[in-house]
């Protein structure tokens, strides 16, 4: 089992930028694929984006052009780089692993989940 832990989030205005890192501890952390979601209050977690093991990315269609999913097999680390943030992306943003090195972006799919961090977009 992989364990997660996520860093990077809080208050930002309109328009700016923040970038979320999750750290991995595990063997195998490169032969995962690596995913972001997001809850909002009285919401369903969402599928942001996802990393596959060679570095091919996914994303859902409201943050496409805004947001960034890299990783760095080194560090055991993924980011996820947001900008021209929105009011309508405050939401608590997980990293999960998945169970298999190809993208997915069912919940169900990922075995490992971060505590979570929240980001905050002040309009």
């Known amino acids: 089992q992989v364990q997660l832990v996520e860093s990077g989030g809080g208050l930002v205005q309109a328009g700016g930028s923040l970038r979320l890192s999750c750290a991995a501890s595990g063997r195998f952390f490169s032969s995962y694929a690596m995913g972001w979601f997001r809850q909002a209050p009285g919401k369903e977690r969402d599928f942001v984006g996802a990393?596959?093991?060679?570095?091919?990315?996914r994303y859902t269609d409201s943050v496409k052009g805004r947001f960034t999913i890299s990783r760095d097999n080194a560090k055991n680390t993924i980011y996820l780089q947001m900008n021209s943030l929105k009011p309508e992306d405050t939401a608590v943003y997980y990293c999960a692993a998945a169970r298999s090195p190809d993208i997915t972006t069912m919940p169900a799919d990922f075995g490992s989940w971060g505590q979570g961090t929240q980001v905050t977009v002040s309009s």
């Open positions: 990393i596959s093991w060679t570095g091919r990315t």
